[in-house]
């Protein structure tokens, strides 16, 4: 049912999008262009109930023209994009069937990035890191083969946030200096914006 309905939608859409994308390069085309642009899709859920579809299939729309966003970026010279494709929150507190439907996402996401022509003619590592304790074992072990495809190459970075939030990185940050203080390498008066940082 969602992949019949994604072209129809696509047809739908593409005339706007295109008046979009035009509007969007008038803003950019003079520069300075960013070096890293990070991504953080949301409302795909809001989106689809608004139109009256299912949420699974706001967030497959979503991925789509995720892909698409970043040809854009890639046809831009952007050298470096961050995907921010499920916070920790989600991995923890949306309900089973709804990470099952965003984990199957990710899976052909990597999948696709695997076998992706234009990954590997830009030469883009793709780096994915997060909360991976969170993630099904296939994933993970389909994220370490796309990394270990991709190691080498220095045209790019794609890095993808699996199960990722800024609360997990002050937290691991806050465990890191009190370790420190506890070992005697650092002491309360060193730490500062840069320490903590």
Same mark, same amino acid.
């Given at each position: 049912?969602?992949?019949?309905?994604? &072209? +129809?939608? *696509?047809? %739908?859409?593409? &005339?706007?999008?295109?008046?979009?994308?035009?509007?969007?390069?008038?803003?950019?085309?003079?520069?300075? +262009?960013?070096?890293?642009?990070?991504?953080?899709?949301?409302?795909? $859920?809001?989106?689809?109930? $608004?139109?009256?579809?299912?949420? /699974?299939?706001?967030?497959?729309?979503?991925?789509?023209?995720?892909?698409?966003?970043?040809?854009?970026?890639? @046809?831009?010279?952007?050298?470096?994009?961050?995907?921010?494709?499920? /916070? /920790? !929150?989600?991995?923890?507190?949306? &309900?089973?069937?709804?990470?099952?439907? %965003? +984990?199957?996402?990710?899976r052909r996401g990597?999948?696709?990035?695997? *076998?992706? !022509?234009?990954?590997? #003619?830009?030469?883009? #590592?793709? =780096?994915?890191?997060?909360? %991976?304790?969170?993630?099904p074992k296939d994933?993970?072990?389909?994220? $370490? =083969?796309?990394?270990?495809?991709?190691?080498?190459?220095?045209?790019?970075?794609?890095?993808?946030?699996?199960?990722?939030?800024? $609360?997990?990185?002050?937290?691991?940050?806050?465990?890191?200096?009190? =370790? @420190?203080?506890?070992?005697?390498?650092?002491?309360?008066?060193?730490?500062?914006?840069?320490? +903590?940082?």
């Amino acid at each position: 049912m969602i992949k019949k309905a994604l &072209p +129809f939608l *696509n047809y %739908l859409l593409k &005339p706007m999008y295109r008046i979009y994308e035009k509007w969007l390069w008038q803003q950019i085309k003079n520069g300075p +262009f960013p070096v890293h642009v990070g991504i953080i899709p949301d409302g795909n $859920r809001r989106w689809a109930r $608004r139109i009256g579809l299912d949420t /699974s299939m706001g967030h497959m729309y979503g991925y789509e023209r995720l892909k698409d966003v970043l040809d854009w970026i890639w @046809d831009l010279g952007i050298k470096v994009v961050t995907i921010y494709a499920m /916070s /920790s !929150e989600n991995c923890l507190y949306r &309900p089973m069937k709804e990470r099952e439907r %965003l +984990f199957d996402i990710a899976r052909r996401g990597l999948r696709e990035l695997l *076998n992706m !022509e234009k990954i590997h #003619r830009n030469r883009i #590592r793709v =780096k994915v890191f997060g909360r %991976l304790d969170l993630i099904p074992k296939d994933i993970v072990d389909l994220a $370490r =083969k796309v990394e270990e495809a991709t190691k080498d190459y220095n045209g790019g970075v794609l890095n993808i946030a699996l199960c990722y939030g800024g $609360r997990q990185e002050i937290i691991e940050a806050v465990k890191k200096l009190s =370790k @420190d203080i506890i070992e005697g390498k650092l002491s309360i008066e060193d730490i500062d914006e840069k320490t +903590f940082s």
